[in-house]
């Protein structure tokens, strides 16, 4: 099993562009997926298979992939934005999730 | 609309089994890899196994020698048992429905695409 690593936090201001990484060696062959959860509520999907983003989510969120690293953007962040954010991808024994990042709006 | 919603007690005494139950309305429970993940007070996301409706299974390894997850296709439901507990197991569970992809190694689990609203299960004596 491989482990999928994130930046515990990023801070950006209302407006900016916020990015959030998640590297793992077996990235550049499995898709990755990436979860918004906001305080005492479940994870919602907020891209799946890399880039694509489900329906009744912002445009403001887009995802990339590129080597081993896999990067979740938000465009024009809002103060609702503030959450935690966690990539998953499969692994040989099923699937897993990266440890988490913390996005604060300043 | 698909719901999914988790039930059980919320407090486990140590070393005895941690039973939930997951009731999925709104949608059929065929075609998908019925989940579990749990979250510590705090801390990250731990996936903790599925079944896929046909009734194959796949655990987390880390767990592998005390969970079971069944289904009864009948009620819509899917089953978590959790044997042996401890306080490290104290924890937000979650039921979720898992994607099914598919490629050329065959079909496979992807994202999480519904989620129930988690339930506080806590160990302790």
């Known amino acids: 099993s491989y482990e999928l690593t994130q930046p515990p936090s990023v801070s950006v201001s209302p407006g900016q562009t916020a990015r959030i990484t998640c590297s793992g060696d077996?990235?550049?062959?499995?898709?990755a997926y990436w979860y918004q959860q906001k305080p005492g509520q479940a994870p919602v999907l907020v891209i799946y298979?890399?880039?694509e983003r489900p329906s009744g989510i912002p445009e403001r969120f887009s995802g990339s992939s590129s080597g081993t690293t896999v990067t979740l953007t938000i465009s024009g962040v809002q103060a609702e934005d503030e959450a935690d954010y966690y990539c998953q991808s499969a692994d040989s024994s099923g699937t897993q999730f990266g440890g988490g990042t913390k996005l604060t709006v300043l | 609309q698909v719901q999914l919603q988790e039930s059980g007690p919320g407090l486990v005494k140590p070393s005895e089994t941690l039973s939930l139950t997951c009731t999925v309305s709104?949608?059929?429970?065929?075609?998908?890899?019925w989940s579990w993940i749990r979250q510590p007070p705090g801390k990250g996301l731990e996936w903790i196994g599925y079944?896929?409706?046909?009734?194959?299974?796949n655990y987390n390894p880390s767990l592998k020698s005390r969970v079971t997850i069944s289904v009864d296709t009948s009620k819509n439901q899917f089953s978590l048992k959790l044997s042996s507990v401890t306080a490290a197991d104290t924890a937000v569970y979650y039921c979720?429905?898992?994607?099914?992809?598919?490629?050329?190694?065959?079909?496979?689990?992807?994202?999480?695409?519904?989620w129930g609203q988690g339930t506080l299960v806590t160990v302790s004596s």
């Open positions: 298979k890399d880039s």
């Open positions: 979720a429905r898992g994607v099914s992809y598919y490629d050329s190694s065959g079909y496979y689990l992807g994202d999480f695409d519904y």
């Open positions: 079944i896929y409706y046909s009734g194959s299974t």
């Open positions: 709104g949608g059929s429970i065929s075609s998908y890899y």
């Open positions: 077996a990235l550049p062959k499995q898709y």
